[in-house]
T-cell receptor, first 110, second 112 residues
Framework: KQEVTQIPAALSVPEGENLVLNCSFT??????LQWFRQDPGKGLTSLLL?????REQTSGRLNASLDKSSGRSTLYIAASQPGDSATYLC?????????FGAGTTVTVRA | DGGITQSPKYLFRKEGQNVTLSCEQN?????MYWYRQDPGQGLRLIYY???????QKGDIAEGYSVSREKKESFPLTVTSAQKNPTAFYLC???????????FGDGTRLSIL
């Protein structure tokens, strides 16, 4: 059974600092890994999808890396802004199923 | 705009009552999913459907039922057998294993 862990559970940084969010998974036989953002009381917004054959994926200030053999993915957010405050979830895909971590709640202080 | 619509946004259930959560998508995706989110926990899969008229149980299907009569629609019924239904319910859709899943805005279910 796939187990996905995100550490830390919460993170507070001053505006402008780079954010590093970690995701680990136990079963390396994944198709892909997806990063999401969730605002309070809202659904999930897809940020990045990294295929199992890729090492990284970039979108604007966001960069996600994937090391399938060690079961790790990292989401980097450059030059954080207060608008980046949210919960970030990662999900590993095995066949039909996404397995989610519990998320990292980020607060960016102005 | 293409997307996933969940309704209602808030729902209250009385003891012994079944309630149905609506999920509609206009993304033309074959697959649809229902997840449950509890505070401090990751999303857990309730049911999924990869094609019309077919659906499969996920990890926590007990006390829930679904139907998939149309490609666009995947309603979830929370039955009276579900003893702890208070949670945030999220519907998602996707097309193929290598494409991202997209989510609706969720329905928050509470007990009266």
């Amino acid at each position: 059974k796939q187990e996905v862990t995100q550490i830390p559970a919460a993170l507070s940084v001053p505006e402008g600092e780079n954010l590093v969010l970690n995701c680990s998974f136990t079963d390396s036989a994944i198709y892909n890994l997806q990063w999401f953002r969730q605002d309070p009381g809202k659904g999930l917004t897809s940020l990045l999808l990294i295929q199992s054959s890729q090492r990284e994926q970039t979108s604007g200030r966001l960069n996600a890396s994937l090391d399938k053999s060690s079961g790790r993915s990292t989401l980097y957010i450059a030059a954080s802004q207060p608008g980046d405050s949210a919960t970030y979830l990662c999900a590993a895909r095995n066949d039909y199923k996404l397995s989610f971590g519990a998320g990292t709640t980020v607060t960016v202080r102005a | 705009d293409g997307g996933i619509t969940q309704s209602p946004k808030y729902l209250f259930r009385k003891e012994g009552q079944n309630v149905t959560l609506s999920c509609e998508q206009n993304l033309n995706h074959d697959a649809m999913y229902w997840y449950r989110q509890d505070p401090g926990q990751g999303l857990r899969l309730i049911y999924y459907s990869q094609i019309v008229n077919d659906f499969q149980k996920g990890d926590i299907a007990e006390g829930y039922s679904v139907s998939r009569e149309k490609k666009e629609s995947f309603p979830l019924t929370v039955t009276s057998a579900q003893k702890n239904p208070t949670a945030f319910y999220l519907c998602a859709s996707g097309q193929g294993r290598n494409q991202p899943q997209h989510f609706g805005d969720g329905t928050r279910l509470s007990i009266l």
